[in-house]
Every structure is written in structure tokens, then in C-alpha cells.
């Protein structure tokens, strides 16, 4: 998933790579743009402690169905002040409805995850947090996170073509997925 709303941009390039890679390895890919999509937060009910579904049906629960069948998953997302962006955060909420009553994952374990952000800063290790954590919300969800790709220096939505390490390296992560 793209959680950025440049379309085109660096995340939805370096997204696209690892798509295309794990077409060419065999496998079926669905590409969801967030900012494309009507939906909303959690509301912390906390329906999906006592049933095995997400209470709200718009959007995204079509993609949490997906995540729930997939083999892999890629998230993407650029750094907005620090963090994920905030349509990224929304939909990351929702993933709440994954976790039992007993803070078990319910997703079947082994399903692999790449991680793809993009940032202006040119120093990718100055904000590496954000993606470091979400790695382990994926790993408190049952994934094993096999590649981190970071984006520095990514000011205009282009600048990624001007990369292509990493543009290989997204290629590669998808084929070996
Ligand atoms: C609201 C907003 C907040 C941002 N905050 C940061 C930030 O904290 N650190 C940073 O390095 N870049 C920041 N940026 C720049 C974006 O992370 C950068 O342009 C990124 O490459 C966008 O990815 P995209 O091309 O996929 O949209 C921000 C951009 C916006 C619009």
C-alpha cells in the first residue's frame, strides 16, 4: 500500500519495484492508494476483542481482508514530521482488529513484509524511527520484515529515478519475497 498522496512519487515508485519484482517471481499483487480510498480510524470499540472482524466497513476492509490472505505485504510510506503520514496512521489503527482479546495476532505467522519510506532529509538515518517501530508492530503481528527501504533527499516527487540502487534494491526485495 501507498500511503503517500503523490501519486508517482518516490514511495509509489519504489512501492511499484517491489510489486514488479514479486510479479516476476509469481506473484498476484493489489496496489492500494491510500489517500484514494474513504475511511476511517478506529473508534475503539472494541468489537474486534470479542469478534473476529473489524466493526467498520468502508475501504479498508477490503484491504484488511487482503492482508489477512496474503503471502507478503508492502507498506509504504513518506516521513511527515518524523512519522508515517497520517492516512498511513489511519489505516495502520485499524490493524487493532488483528489482535485477540488476549493481545494474540490473529494472521496466520510467516507472512513476509517489506517496508518503503521516502524522506526529505537526505540523512536516512535521521529519521529511521518511524519505520523501526513500525517494524515491530509488524513483528508483534506475526511478520517477519525482510527488507527496509529508506528513501533520503526525496524533495521532489522524481528524485527516486535519480536512485537506482535503490529502485534494484525495491526490485530485488520483491523478487526474493
Ligand atoms: C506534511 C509534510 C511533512 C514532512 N515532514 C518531513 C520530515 O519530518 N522529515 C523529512 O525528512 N521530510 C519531511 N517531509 C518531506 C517528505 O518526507 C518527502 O518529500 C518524501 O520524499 C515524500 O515522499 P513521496 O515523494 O512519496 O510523496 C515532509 C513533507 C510533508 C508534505
Not at 151 to 159: E, I, R
Request: aromatic letters at 10%; one cysteine or more; a negative charge.
Amino acid at each position: 500500500m501507498v500511503g503517500s498522496p503523490r501519486k508517482g512519487g518516490n514511495v509509489d515508485r519504489l512501492v511499484q519495484e517491489v510489486l514488479d519484482g514479486a510479479e516476476e517471481a509469481g506473484f498476484q499483487t493489489e496496489k492500494y492508494i491510500l489517500n484514494e480510498l474513504n475511511y476511517s480510524g478506529c473508534q475503539g470499540c472494541n468489537h474486534c476483542k470479542t469478534a473476529d472482524e473489524c466493526r467498520i466497513d468502508d475501504d479498508i476492509s477490503g484491504l484488511l481482508e487482503d492482508i489477512r490472505e496474503a503471502d507478503a505485504v508492502v507498506f509504504g510510506s513518506p516521513i511527515y514530521f518524523y512519522l508515517f503520514s497520517g492516512q498511513f496512521k489511519l489505516m495502520q489503527d485499524r490493524f487493532y482488529s488483528f489482535i485477540d482479546s488476549g493481545f494474540r495476532s490473529r494472521l496466520a505467522p510467516g507472512k513476509k513484509a517489506v517496508i518503503v519510506t521516502s524522506q526529505g532529509h537526505p540523512d536516512i538515518s535521521a529519521f529511521e524511527k518511524a519505520a523501526d517501530d513500525f517494524a515491530g508492530i509488524l513483528k508483534l503481528l506475526g511478520f517477519e520484515v525482510v527488507e527496509i527501504i529508506r528513501m533520503g533527499g526525496g524533495g521532489a516527487p522524481d528524485a527516486v529515478l535519480a536512485r537506482r540502487d535503490l529502485l534494484d534494491k525495491a526490485r530485488a526485495a520483491g523478487r526474493a519475497l
